[in-house]
């Protein structure tokens, strides 16, 4: 399978266990705090000495799933 397929399913993935846990954003201000704190949690990574691959992949996973959710939720 191409990677981007798997990648997608990846994300889409991780938006259906959000989803399941939290439901849709309320609002874009909610939609916005959640999309930075998950890009945050993804630069803390970038910025270590040695970043982990599989933790960055895992955080760049769950901002693409709350890119998906807010575009879902509010747009």
């Known amino acids: ?3 981007k397929y798997i990648v997608a399913a ?3 993935e991780e938006l ?3 989803n399941k846990m ?3 954003f309320t609002s ?3 939609g916005w ?3 930075k704190e998950e890009m945050d949690e993804l630069w803390d990574e970038i910025k270590n000495k040695k970043p982990d691959k599989d933790r960055m992949r895992e955080e760049a996973v ?3 799933a709350m890119a998906m959710k807010f575009i879902l939720s509010n747009c």
Do not use: C, I, T
Request: hydrophobic share 45%.
């Open 22 to 24: 939290y439901g849709p």
């Open 28 to 30: 874009p201000h909610e």
């Open 62 to 64: 769950q901002v693409g």
């Open 16 to 18: 259906d266990r959000a």
């Open 10 to 12: 990846l994300v889409v």
């Open 1 to 3: 399978m191409n990677k």
């Open 33 to 35: 705090a959640v999309l």
